[in-house]
């Protein structure tokens, strides 16, 4: 008999002793899921992939055990047994049944869709993301460890992983990611273990590999409030906090550093658009596990995370069985992804300041929005500072005293920024050496990186551009008579500022991508091309 055939039953509410009313079918690319009213049933597939082989019944079946034996250690209650399914009296498919078994399902209690953390982040779930990370600390601090298993967290499988990542993400260059993207993720791993290959030996012998979950992302965790009832004919499962669907087919995917672990929950409640959440998870897990090293590796970890999310999706995106609406959500989703990878490798190496210089209509604030966008550092932007608060006239925007006042804040705000932990873009005219030099004195307080990116374009781009501005008026009043006295007021660099220049009289894509690949090489301690 077929698996089809299975699935087939499987999909049927004659199927089950307990006859729920409808039973919703749904797939993953490695099992097919049946929600048969207060059950679940998991059937794996018949695939066979190079991280796992379930390609015999009795390869599904020990994966089966694995799973029930490997998630009832943060899920007791709710996964309750292994069924076959046996050919039955009739031929066809029968469940739990004796006889001949055809394939065996996983069989779980169903949780509340309500109850799961995805759809509980509108609420500012804090007390639980606490809970979580006390339930965590302690769930690693006794789980399985050991040479064997510290193995798999060495530098040189961690460095081949990503590079086997990065390979197949290469074919989604320039449709799901941009070209440098891709060349700054493709580097920053192999810098990141370079740099940090004594600290991650010293993890392994501290004990800091365990045999954890190794899917740890907020579907997969379930926050009862109150006691689960259902089904009747089942002990009441208590109120708590229940991670589960932990990897049950690779030692290797959840034999891992418990950062890893923090980082991919870390990774996907930035991604969900609740970094709020995220920092706090960290924080409370490295209070718990009295773990505090385990921030300098979370970048590290979340983009990896975050790129194996990007390939996944980027492959859905193309797989053909599928209709072109759900290939293009995929498509949106690996973006996402391939965004917040690219963002965490900005921030590897802590706050900076990066400050888009240049005349007005040159598109410096284009360029700004671009790179904070990219790095995920805050915009402070002198146009968005003007205009804070009650609208004076326009004469009284500009005049020395203003301007002097707008500069302050800016400065002021950048140095709150680093020293809370956070990068800055900066976005202003920086016409005056003066108004430069106080927002470097700001950052050597801090004791961080700074470098200016001089935006230049050509007279007759930036002429047409304001023209263009008068037709559609934004935050900035700048115009053609603008630019001609500011030109005139210009300080230029000296040698002694880091400054690069980037081209920003065309595409800006083109524009991202030159700073991009430029920015990096100065973050990276290589040197500033093109001052």
């Not at 079918?25 to 796992?52: C, D, E, M, N, W």
């Not at 020990?62 to 709710?78: I, T």
């Not at 890893?260 to 490295?286: G, H, K, Q």
């Amino acid at each position: 008999m077929s698996q089809d055939e299975v699935v087939a039953a499987l999909a049927t509410p004659d199927f089950y002793p307990h006859r729920p009313r409808t039973v919703e079918y749904v797939q993953t690319h490695i099992s097919h899921v049946f929600l048969a009213g207060p059950y679940v049933y998991k059937l794996k597939k018949a695939v066979r992939f190079p991280f796992l082989d379930f390609s015999t019944a009795e390869l599904r079946r020990h994966f089966c055990l694995e799973e029930v034996r490997l998630n009832r250690r943060l899920a007791p209650g709710v996964y309750l047994d292994v069924l076959p399914v046996v050919r039955g009296a009739g031929g066809g498919p029968a469940l739990g049944a004796a006889g001949e078994a055809l394939d065996h399902v996983v069989w779980m209690r169903r949780l509340p869709p309500g109850a799961l953390l995805v759809n509980r982040l509108g609420e500012s779930p804090s007390q639980a993301i606490d809970e979580l990370a006390a339930v965590l600390a302690r769930f690693h601090a006794s789980a399985p460890t050991g040479l064997e298993i510290a193995a798999h967290a060495d530098a040189d499988a961690l460095r081949a992983r990503w590079a086997e990542n990065l390979e197949t993400a290469a074919s989604f260059a320039g449709r799901l990611l941009t070209a440098e993207d891709h060349e700054i993720l493709r580097d920053f791993g192999p810098s990141f273990l370079r740099r940090h290959e004594t600290f991650l030996r010293a993890r392994q012998q501290g004990g800091r590999i365990r045999e954890g979950h190794g899917d740890l992302h907020a579907e997969h965790v379930c926050v009862l409030d109150a006691p689960l009832t259902e089904p009747p004919e089942l002990p009441p499962l208590p109120a708590g906090i229940y991670v589960f669907d932990c990897v049950e087919f690779s030692a290797a995917f959840r034999c891992i550093d418990v950062a890893s672990e923090i980082a991919f929950l870390a990774m996907d409640l930035e991604t969900l658009e609740r970094p709020d959440l995220a920092r706090r998870f960290v924080a409370a897990y490295a209070a718990a596990a009295d773990d505090p090293a385990v921030d300098v590796l979370i970048p590290f970890y979340a983009c990896y995370r975050a790129c194996v999310r990007g390939k996944v999706e980027g492959l859905a995106s193309i797989a053909l069985e599928v209709d072109a609406r759900t290939r293009d959500a995929a498509a949106a989703r690996a973006r996402r992804h391939f965004t917040v990878a690219v963002r965490y490798a900005w921030q590897a190496d802590g706050p900076a300041i990066i400050a888009c210089a240049g005349l007005a209509g040159t598109g410096k604030s284009t360029l700004a929005r671009e790179l904070a966008a990219t790095t995920g550092f805050a915009l402070l932007a002198t146009d968005e500072i003007r205009k804070r608060g009650p609208a004076p006239d326009a004469a009284g925007l500009y005049t020395p005293a203003a301007r002097a006042r707008v500069y302050d804040t800016l400065v002021t705000e950048a140095e709150a920024a680093l020293a809370s932990g956070r990068g800055v873009v900066a976005d202003a005219t920086f016409l005056r050496a003066a108004d430069r030099g106080r927002l470097a004195a700001a950052a050597r307080r801090e004791r961080r990186p700074y470098v200016f990116v001089e935006c230049r374009a050509p007279e007759a781009v930036v002429r047409a551009r304001l023209l263009r501005r008068e037709a559609e008026p934004g935050m900035s009043d700048a115009r053609w008579s603008t630019y001609c006295e500011q030109r005139a007021r210009w300080e230029a660099f000296s040698v002694d500022e880091p400054h690069l220049v980037v081209d920003t009289g065309g595409d800006v894509a083109e524009a991202r991508a030159a700073a991009c690949r430029r920015l990096w090489r100065w973050r990276q301690g290589r040197g500033i091309e093109g001052a």
